[in-house]
């Protein structure tokens, strides 16, 4: 659209909304590929989400596995397949709560953390790389918009 004023194109709102949506959804793919190929360089032999719920049992410790479905977002059933599959890995344990026998807690085994930091490395260079040469100022903007959607999810 043609600024009356100015006589300079702008951009209208609507347009502003397609370009962040597809800005978005590109990023989201180019960085899921980029981590399936850290958790394959890392060795690690697992899934993003599967590297999710390690880290929320690695920061908060032993959960009610109920738990771990509200942080990630996930249904039972989803978090009951990841749990068991993670538990065959000897990844984590899961135990029946002494409290409520309906209810399993679920931890990290100690030789997980190794596996964390090793890939939270290759995430740190991945994020070092895409953010390379963008400003500070523009960096404070982009961490406080992120901190704004998440909000809202």
């Known amino acids: 659209m043609l600024d009356n ?16 949506q597809k800005n978005y959804f590109e990023l989201l793919l180019k960085t899921q590929e ?14 993003p989400v599967e ?16 738990v771990l479905g509200e942080v990630l977002s996930k249904d039972k059933s989803q978090i009951a397949r990841l749990v068991k599959g993670l538990e065959a890995k000897g990844l984590i344990k ?5 409290e409520d026998g309906r209810v399993y807690i679920v931890s990290a085994l100690l030789h997980v953390n190794e596996k964390i930091e090793r890939i939270a490395a290759y995430e740190h260079a991945l994020i070092g790389d895409m953010l390379a040469g963008v400003p500070k100022d523009d960096l404070a903007v982009f961490e406080r918009v992120l901190k704004q959607i998440n909000a809202k999810l």
């Open 94 to 98: 899961r135990q029946q709560s002494k």
């Open 34 to 47: 980029k981590m399936r190929k850290i958790l394959r360089g890392a060795e690690a032999g697992l899934s």
């Open 5 to 20: 004023i100015s006589g300079k194109w702008q951009k209208t709102g609507m347009d502003i909304e397609r370009s962040i």
């Open 51 to 66: 590297v999710l719920i390690i880290r929320v049992l690695v920061e908060k410790g032993p959960v009610p596995q109920h």
